[in-house]
């Protein structure tokens, strides 16, 4: 006996084609490991030496990528204040007053957290 149609097929998807897709829609999150260059604006763009940079600009090392997944950024790329990065490169002026009052009220409020500190002085960190 045949059964009777509406004439409407209804198409039905995998459940596995749906998780592909919201794994497809979910952004990567890149977590700032530690300031590797700075350009000043002004200066020429590191990525076009014709070009002079508007803003600054912050060669980014990324928490698990390397050397060549650098990316060249602006400061509010960054998760936390720029003074609290180790920086493989002298940090720029305008944040050695903001990292010395950072360090002061450290010190102060916890001793333990200076262990990246030796002597008062920070540790030159350059890796590649």
Same mark, same amino acid.
């Given at each position: ?43 020429? *763009? ?6 002079? $940079?508007?803003?600054?600009?912050? =060669? ?5 990528? %390397?050397? +060549? ?28 007053? *903001? ?6 009220? $450290?010190?102060?409020?916890?001793? =333990? ?5 030796? %002597?008062? +002085? ?7």
């Amino acid at each position: 006996k045949a059964r009777a149609s509406s004439g409407k097929r209804q198409r039905v998807q995998p459940v596995v084609e749906e998780r592909e897709e919201a794994e497809e829609e979910e952004e990567e999150i890149f977590r700032v490991d530690w300031v590797r260059d700075f350009r000043a604006a002004g200066e020429n *763009d590191p990525m076009d030496e014709r070009r002079v $940079l508007q803003e600054d600009k912050y =060669r980014i090392r990324w928490i698990n990528y %390397g050397l +060549e997944d650098d990316s060249w950024e602006p400061l509010d790329c960054l998760d936390a204040p720029p003074w609290t990065y180790a920086w493989g490169c002298d940090m720029p002026e305008k944040f050695q007053a *903001d990292r010395d009052a950072w360090k002061t009220e $450290l010190a102060r409020t916890s001793k =333990r957290d200076l262990a990246f500190f030796e %002597g008062g +002085e920070e540790l030159s960190i350059k890796r590649e």
